[in-house]
């Protein structure tokens, strides 16, 4: 039978009781580089760990069930998962870009990708016919590469649409699904490609280890990222591995807590007289809100704002004490993140000033905590 997302979280696409040696639940740390051979011409399936891996397969497949994939990769850090997707591209490709990506995406693309001979737009990809407008105007374009909601800015894209595009110019659909993670929206169901994750964010939730992940709805594709895989060697190690499979165990709960508590801030931080903007798609009158309902099955937990001056950014994040003034995302504990300085440091200031990634602007990723407690914090560090 086909098991729900929260069951999925747990075990998988389907595991018997005793799936694993002497019957254990969780998953054994397989914590070997090499695996011997019963005979010759003969082999476990596992011959050393860079091809593969028992506990990472595990999680793999455990990841391929949440995402709906025919294959998923387990990488060493997000950024080595984009850097994996890159490597499927011939020279001289062209990505049409969602314009705020995560800055880590924007750097990988220009020191690394421009140098191999790619190309990249930046524009609001919330924007279907500038998208259209983008990908006619140059006929180099390979790929449409979207994050939604976007980083910072929090705009949402359509996918279906973004699927019409990829079908009529014959392109890739490629989406970083990190902001809501594959339990609250399944980019694969609208035709996307190539999803990819940040592991190191909700997936993780515990901000105790770094992971990434490339999943894909294409037996093609999977056979060549598995063959680039196994030759760059970028994927995650046997600990890790167990890392993140017990933290997806709680992916459900974690984002059911943490995305109520984000709703309460977000309508919070809208009546407090120093916060001048509130993004967050879980309002009804932010503009992606009717998109994302079609597309995703809830908001996330990822909240900007603009406050009125940049005294009071910096007072905030000085003083918050259960918040924590630190990068990343996705985690049980809440952390405040100053984009300008910290994730978005490597956009040029033209394009920051563009976007409104300014001296004004927070970035709020909501925890499990108790949310009046998170709410006490905020109120004592905007006094
Ligand atoms: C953090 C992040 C990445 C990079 O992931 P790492 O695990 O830090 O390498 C990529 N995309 C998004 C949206 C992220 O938030």
Redesign the pocket.
Known sequence: MDYRLETRCIHGERRSADHHPFGALAVPIYQTATFSHPGVGRSTGYDYTRSGNPTREELEKTMSALEGACDTIACA???AA?SLCLELFDKDARFVCSEDL?G??VRIFKEVGERRGFSFSYINTSDVEAVEREIRAHKDTRALYI?TPS?PMMEVTDLAAMRSLADQYNLCLIV?N??LSPYLQNPIAFGADLVIH????FLNGHNDT???FVCTSRPELSERLRYLTKTIGANLSPFDCFLLARGIKTLAVRMERQQENAARIARWLQTQPKVKQVYYVGLPEHPGYETNCRQARGAGSMISFRVDTEATAHRLLETVRLISYAES?GGVESLITYPMLQTHADLPQKVREKLGITEDFLRLSVGIENVDDLIADLTQALE
Do not use: V
Not at 198 to 201: H, I, V
């Open positions: 850090t997000g950024m984009i995560y880590g995406s994050e980083n970083d990190t902001f940040s592991g190191s964010k770094l992971a990434g995302l």
